[in-house]
Every structure is written in C-alpha cells, then in structure tokens.
C-alpha cells in the first residue's frame, strides 16, 4: 500500500474527515477552485476550454470508506467515575491473549500502564469526570480517538464495556462496514435502565458471567449461616410467581429460610435477607444451598458461587454467553436447572439438591465462558 493510500485511509477515520473528503472531490467545490485559479492569474484563460474539456472528461471515483478486518478485537472500557470497567476491559483483553489470540487492541481510561509482557496495543482516553471537560469536548476527543483507532487496528469485533453509551462511541461507529460486529458487554441481569439506550442499533447487547477475581478465603464463614450442623440453610431470590415454594422450603425439617434483597416485596413469612454482594465468592458450606430463578440477579455470578445451587429457568437465555454457561454447569453437575413447572418436578429437584453426593458446587478448573465464546466468534 502506497504512502498516499494510507495517509487516506486514516484521514477518513472521523465522520469531518470523511465529509471533508466528498466536499472537497464534489463538481461544486473544484468548479469554484478552477474560478479561483482564473481569477488570481488571468493567462489561464487561454487554457480554459482544456481545463474544462479534463474536468469533464475525468470520472468522479466512488470512495470505498470499507475495510478488511486484519486484527481479531478491539476492546474499549469507558468509566463515567473510577476504573471499574477500565480493569474489566484490561482484564478481558489479557484474558483473550493468553488463550492463544493476537492482534488485541484495547482503548480505556485507566491510569494504569499495561504490562509490557502482553502484545496488546494499548490507547488511553481520560475519563468522562476526570478532567473537567465538557460533556461535547470530551465526546468529541473520544469519537475522534476511537475512529483513529479503528482505522489503524481494522479490528473484526468491537467490545464495549461501561455504564453508559456515549455519544462519542456512537458517532465513531457510525459508517463501519456490516461485516463488523459491535457487542456490549454487561453483568447486570436482568437488564438495567442504562441498556435502554437505542440510539445504536447495530450495537449487540449481551449479558456475560462476570468477571471476580477477588474470593472470600475459605477459612472465613459467611455470618448469616447457622451454627447447628443438622439445620439446612436455603437462600432463595425468586420473583413473586414463584414465591409459593417458600412455603414448600419451610416444610423441610430443619429448615431456615433467607432470601436475597430485591425490589419487590418478599412474603412476610421471611425474617432474614441477604445483599447480594455477600454471596459472591461465599466459600461452600455445607447444607447451604441456593434457589434462584432466571430473573435472578445473581445468573451471572453463579460461576464464582461456590454454594450447590438450582435454578428454575423458566424461559429460554437470551445471552448466547449465558446458555453456553449454563449448559457447561449443568452438564458438570455445578448447577441443577428445573425446567419443567410443576410443583411435583421441582420438589423432586429440590430433594436431588440436598441428598446428592456432590460435597463442591465448582469444579476445581473454572471455565472463562466469555473468552471461550468469544473465541468461537472469531
């Protein structure tokens, strides 16, 4: 590729250069330059009927803005505040490395450097509060540094993860080519209000295991467990249709009953609650078990849970990430999943829960779901 072709191709990668670039090539624009050259030297009269006979004999080139993908990802994490989804971004993209994939081009807002030993090509743009920036400069530079960044790596797949869609990251996608997937990346489940931004369509939303690699040591118990070794402890967190099993838990002999905070009301029959922050990496106890439903909260944290848990899946997974996880756990008996709704099957399940041998709800070797699917998609 020339000097001059790829000095063009970065030059059209924000939305002013590309209209800059039909401007300047439009019959208006070179007519009124031809005038102008007339005018500061009038010798070129002489040469008009030439200049025009050339300027209608030369075909207007219709400019292919496309390009072929010759890297695997770009990944961009973008903080309203803080770093949260800077060091997720920065995490998935060492993830996908060291499965074995290449050409990994990550775009956040953490202040910090990324190791030299990973071959990911890094860029930075200040955060949205860090620098007091209007909200219009600061989505301009991160629209004109995205753009530049995906002419430069031409990435296959573009992964966002943050709170929000900025206008910024909307404007820079806009004119990609259709070949070039656009996902969101979120672990809020079910989905937020901040997901209700359309304004993309093309954008890809999709719920993914979260990622938690801070555990509560083994060693510690989690407080809101009972003492006595022959009471069994369920955390329930279901939706009100499903609230009839609470009865049919607490006829369990020996039973205590804690669910999990939510919106909506819980039965009075329930004395304790639980946050869902003290659930995730909880050690295993034994008999404690967890009962959720697929509204739950806790879907995508069911891999860093390491209480034998049950899930009534009433509807099939949107996320293809989350089915796949799902699956994966049910086969390697992590995870029993109710699918029928009868009260007999999941009385039946419920049973199977407390009186199977398994003593782990985790295998020792966690599978990363999103690298692996996204490793399919590439």
Sequence with gaps: MSKEQRIERIYLATKEGRELHRIRRSATFNIGLQIMKLLKNPFRLFLSPYIVFSFLKKRKRKTNFNYIPESSFLIVGMDKTGEFYSQEANNLAISLQESGLNDITL?????????KGNQIQWFRVPGAREINYSRKEWNIIVER??????SVSKPQHILFLGDYLYRGIINSLEGLPKNISTMWLYSDFPKSNHLNNDNCPRMEKIC???QRTKI???SNELPFLSKNPENITFIVD???????L??????IANVSIMAVQRETLLPSSVIHTVKVSELIGAPYTKRTYLLIDDTSRLVPEL????IPSMLLQHNSMESPVLADMLRDMELYRDLVIVRRKGIEDIKQSIDYLITRTTTLNLRESKENYTVEWLKNQS
């Design 303 to 306: 891999p860093s849970i390491e």
């Design 238 to 244: 279901l939706a009100p249709k499903s609230h009839f």
């Design 107 to 115: 775009l956040n807002n953490s202040s910090q450097l990324i190791s």
């Design 216 to 218: 509560v040591s083994k």
């Design 246 to 251: 609470f009865e049919e838990i607490s006829q």
């Design 208 to 210: 993914v295991p979260a």
């Design 145 to 150: 540094l995205l753009a530049s960044v995906i």
